[in-house]
């Protein structure tokens, strides 16, 4: 059983054509209108309208694969949190999860805008930085973090295959996680998430010779603002 988790227009769903006679292929997505035409177009798979927030309509331990190409990268840091639960709880122990998400690579491409509100937090350390310049779950909501922030965030899970700037989605970065044992769901540590100072990128200015990618920025933030302990629960 696979879930297109956040299938849109069905434009990944869509090549599973050839096994949904040996799979169940699943879908789902906040869009009334796209998944409508799923349902049309994609006769293969079942396709559910899901709300922006969990529960999704579907058992525990119900999947043995969840992808979500191009999801991640807009949603908020409490929103990869809010939606790792509901996936651990669908995906059965040893299941998959797929995801793309902007990684450092991407930066300098995607968020230098003084149109958008700029959110930036270190995660154990590691830099996860939103790029707000419209609502959360749109385009014009940006997200971009490292491989390791995500394993932090998806504790559950262990990361199996990591690749660079070489997704489904191009110039997203990939990452594959195997659910763990069950009951391993678990909070972030406290004091594990801090909040750097909100700003905007196009205020900082790299030093000559710096290079300009998310962990020179992480540390020119910090020596700005400081971070300071932040909750999401």
């Not at 996680?177 to 909100?198: E, N, Y």
């Not at 920025?217 to 603002?225: E, M």
Request: glycine residues 10%; charged residues 20%; aromatic residues 10%.
């Amino acid at each position: 059983r696979v879930l297109d988790f956040g299938c849109g227009c069905g434009r990944v769903t869509r090549h599973l054509r050839s096994i949904g006679s040996e799979h169940e292929i699943f879908g789902c997505d906040p869009a009334p209108e796209m998944v409508a035409w799923c349902r049309e177009n994609l006769p293969f798979g079942k396709f559910a309208v899901t709300k922006t927030a969990p529960p999704l309509p579907y058992e525990d331990s119900s999947f043995d694969l969840v992808y979500a190409v191009s999801v991640f990268p807009h949603l908020s840091l409490k929103g990869h949190v809010v939606w790792m639960r509901e996936i651990t709880r669908i995906l059965r122990q040893g299941g998959v999860l797929v995801l793309s998400f902007y990684g450092p690579g991407i930066l300098k491409h995607h968020l230098y805008s003084p149109q958008r509100k700029h959110r930036f937090y270190l995660i154990d350390e590691q830099p996860f930085l939103s790029a707000v310049g419209g609502p959360e779950g749109t385009n014009d909501y940006l997200t971009v973090t490292t491989a390791e922030a995500i394993q932090v965030l998806f504790g559950p899970f262990k990361m199996t295959w990591y690749a660079p700037r070489h997704s489904l989605m191009g110039g997203q970065d990939t990452v594959a996680l195997t659910k763990q044992a069950k009951g391993s769901v678990r909070a972030l540590p406290p004091g594990s998430i801090r909040l750097g100072q909100t700003t905007n990128l196009s205020s900082i200015q790299f030093p000559v010779g710096a290079s300009e990618d998310l962990l020179t920025l992480s540390v020119l933030i910090r020596q700005r603002s400081g971070a300071i302990p932040f909750s999401i629960y």
